[in-house]
């Protein structure tokens, strides 16, 4: 009777320690599952970067016009942010444009808290302010496949030599109602590029 109770006791010892792992491991991909199924779509903005220093192996970094706390200062809102602290980007998506590729949505406003008093259309976008006063939404990668890679990368340096400082391409995102958010495709000129 001893040795039945010591076995099952061996297998829960076993046992617990690999379902708090596994479970560790699905939390990530599950809310990133959850937000791009039921997540309020976005379009965010690119900026210009420089073509020389674009390739990246298979991924591709992207700026938008609110990774850096000085571009803040165009919006309304707070203002002084220091490494380490959240923001929230409210953004109102443009529902009645129907171009190709989508509009950017309406940067509202930044706010150091989390906003209440949204609209039924609006949405958060949750960052964080890094050491280098750039600000990270976990957007800022693009993984591609390698048969597209040079194609695209080439499309983009192509379109920002001939745009003269504008940056023509947006990418696409959904928001959770943490405002958590994932990629969801980068459009290059009215092309898409699903993430």
Avoid: H
Wanted: charge should be positive; include cysteine; glycine fraction near 4%.
């Amino acid at each position: 009777m001893n040795t039945s109770r010591r076995t099952s006791f061996s297998w829960w010892r076993f046992i617990l320690p690999f379902l708090l792992q596994l479970t560790l491991v699905l939390i990530v991909p599950a809310q990133s599952a959850y937000t791009y199924n039921f997540g309020t779509p976005a379009v965010l903005q690119t900026v210009p970067v420089d073509p020389y220093d674009f390739l990246r192996g298979y991924s591709q970094t992207l700026r938008y016009n609110i990774s850096r706390v000085d571009d803040f200062k165009r919006f309304p809102g707070s203002k002084n942010f220091k490494p380490g602290q959240l923001c929230y980007v409210v953004l109102e998506p443009n529902l009645t444009n129907a171009k190709l590729p989508p509009t950017p949505s309406q940067i509202v406003k930044i706010a150091r808290e989390f906003p209440q008093d949204l609209t039924k259309f609006q949405v958060v976008l949750k960052g964080k302010v890094k050491k280098n006063y750039r600000v990270s939404y976990g957007l800022e990668t693009y993984y591609m496949p390698e048969s597209q890679r040079n194609k695209i990368n080439q499309e983009i340096r192509d379109l920002q030599s001939d745009s003269e400082g504008k940056s023509p391409f947006v990418v696409e995102i959904k928001v959770d109602r943490w405002g958590n958010s994932v990629p969801v495709s980068l459009w290059v000129e009215n092309k898409p590029y699903s993430f």
